[in-house]
């Protein structure tokens, strides 16, 4: 399925979702405070991100006690590679190449996904996620790479690039 993830504004904090063209959800980076998310089919939720030198993502329902729905754990410190899981399925998040800011998602070795950047200086996702993954888990996916490249973009600024 295609999905993107849209800039609104001039300061990328805000992103609108779209799934084949119609809207599905909204996200925000707050500058202080954790991400959110517009409910998706009705459904509000929780994205977290946790973690040093492992960064852990994950995605909850917004009721007290629920258990995550979707979760990536960086596998190293020094790589830009995840472990996600939907359910009971087993997935990897990886860096496309070194160059590049694209992902792809991975089945074992098979590529079912792929994400990469649309425009330079407003930085939105083109995605192209598999039909079988819930909606929800698909926003998850899109929140997880716009977080790393919003950190990449950090760093390089305070590292002078």
């Keep these: 399925m295609r999905m993107t993830a849209e800039p ?7 992103y ?3 799934a084949e063209g119609a809207p599905v959800a909204d996200l925000s980076f707050p500058a202080f405070g954790p991400s959110t998310v517009s409910p998706i089919g009705g459904q ?8 040093v030198l492992r960064e852990r993502f994950t995605l909850e329902p917004a009721v007290a006690g629920a258990l ?3 979760s990536a754990t960086q596998r190293d410190p020094l790589r830009r590679e995840f472990a996600v899981e939907v359910g009971a399925r087993r997935l990897s998040l990886r860096s496309a190449s070194l160059l590049r800011s694209d992902y792809l998602l991975l089945d074992g070795a098979q590529t079912i996904g792929a994400l990469h950047s649309t425009g330079a200086l407003r930085q939105g996702i083109e995605a ?13 996916i899109l929140w997880v790479v716009l977080l790393l490249w919003r950190g990449r973009r950090v760093t390089r600024a305070s590292a002078g690039e």
């Design 44 to 51: 509000a939720y929780r994205l977290r991100r946790a973690g």
């Design 128 to 140: 192209d996620l598999p039909d079988e993954l819930s909606l929800e888990a698909r926003v998850f």
């Design 8 to 14: 609104q504004g001039l300061i990328t904090r805000r």
């Design 16 to 18: 609108s979702i779209m």
């Design 68 to 70: 995550a729905i979707a």
